[in-house]
């Protein structure tokens, strides 16, 4: 059985950075892409970032020079750096993995349970 957990949310004031983690766990042969989703209150979850195995990272226009993934393919963990943060970003945020349990296998999306970012002075 294969988990995310991810770590790192908080309560920010504007302006200010966290850093979240997710790291996957359980019977994994390979991990594709590894990404960040958030859903505020009301409102449709939207993928926030995201990085496949050796490629380019995908953002949100939203997000773009203030956030940064990278991942640790050796941990199977993926980060999210979160930077000069606006009230506008306060949501819950997931982690993605399409992750391949055996070489026999495809792939499979899974999710973590989610982290709380609030941004508030």
């Known amino acids: 059985q294969v988990q995310l957990v991810e770590s790192g949310g908080g309560v920010v004031q504007p302006g200010g950075s966290l850093r979240l983690s997710c790291v996957a766990s359980g019977s994994i042969f390979s991990i594709n892409a590894m990404g960040w989703y958030r859903q505020a209150p009301g409102k449709a979850r939207e993928l926030v970032a995201e990085l496949s195995s050796g490629g380019m990272p995908v953002y949100a226009d939203s997000v773009k020079g203030r956030f940064a993934i990278s991942r640790d393919n050796a941990k199977n963990t993926v980060y999210l750096q979160m930077n000069s943060l606006k009230p506008e970003d306060t949501a819950v945020y997931y982690c993605?993995?399409?992750?391949?349990?055996?070489?026999?296998?495809?792939?499979?999306?899974?999710w973590g349970q989610g982290t709380q970012v609030t941004v508030s002075s």
């Open positions: 993605s993995a399409d992750i391949q349990e055996d070489r026999w296998d495809l792939e499979t999306d899974y």
